[in-house]
Each structure stands twice: as structure tokens, then as C-alpha cells.
């Protein structure tokens, strides 16, 4: 009711599926923004098609949905309003990513042969 953004951090579990439904979304503030870049299912897209397309809240960004790839009849696919983006769900695929994770893995082995392993879990 009173946050100007809810950004979502938390995993995809049976009692976080659709955490955030159309009785959520009507209790924020009519300026809030939400953001879901953790898993998709934890909102429930249809309400949240609805809620950005009535201006029940101001906006939302995603780079996550319920069904990945997405199917054709999702509905936040359709959604064509200023107020919403949806980006892949890639961010570790760029090229400083993707060497940043190959550097972790050398450091790893390295210091597994040099009998201090790191990262043990």
C-alpha cells in the first residue's frame, strides 16, 4: 500500500506460485511499479495484464514468465502499453557475463589443485 516499487526476490515454489494476484496488485498504489526479475509464476499474469491495461498500477518490467519459452497465448505477450517491458530473461549471456563465469570456473579448479578449493559447499 505503500511502496512506490516492489521488486520481487525470491524463489518459484508452490506456496510463491502467483504470490502476487489481482487482490495484490489492487491494493498497491495506483503510481506503484512492479518488477519480477526472479522467476516467472510468482505473479499472476492475466491480473497483471488487466492491472496495467485498467491503471491500476503505473507499471511493471519483467524479464521472466510463467511458461518458458513463452506460448503464444500468454497474455502480458500481447500487452502493447507504455507502461510495461519485457526483456529476456539472458542477462548471463553476454560476452562479459558469460567470461566473468569461464574466470570464476579457472579460479576455481586453480585453487582446487593448489588445495585450497573456494566456493565449498
Known amino acids: 500500500r505503500e511502496s512506490d516499487v516492489v521488486s520481487l526476490h525470491l524463489p518459484l515454489t508452490e506456496q510463491t506460485r502467483n504470490l502476487i494476484g489481482a487482490r495484490e496488485l489492487a491494493s498497491m498504489k495506483?503510481?506503484?511499479i512492479l518488477?519480477?526479475?526472479?522467476?516467472?509464476g510468482l505473479v499472476d499474469?492475466?491480473?497483471?495484464a488487466q492491472?496495467?491495461?485498467?491503471?491500476?498500477?503505473?507499471?511493471?518490467?519483467?524479464?521472466?514468465?510463467?511458461?518458458?519459452?513463452?506460448?503464444a497465448d500468454n497474455p502480458l505477450l500481447r500487452l502493447?502499453?507504455?507502461?510495461f517491458v519485457l526483456t529476456p530473461h539472458v542477462a548471463w549471456a553476454s560476452g562479459g557475463a558469460m567470461q566473468t563465469l569461464a574466470d570464476m570456473l579457472v579460479d576455481n579448479l586453480e585453487a582446487w589443485v593448489a588445495g585450497s578449493p573456494t566456493n565449498i559447499v
Open 80 to 83: 502493447r502499453l507504455p507502461n
Open 51 to 71: 492491472a496495467l491495461t485498467d491503471g491500476t498500477i503505473a507499471g511493471a518490467g519483467f524479464d521472466v514468465l510463467s511458461k518458458e519459452p513463452p506460448v
Open 30 to 32: 495506483q503510481s506503484a
Open 35 to 40: 518488477i519480477n526479475t526472479a522467476r516467472g
Open 45 to 48: 499474469e492475466a491480473a497483471l
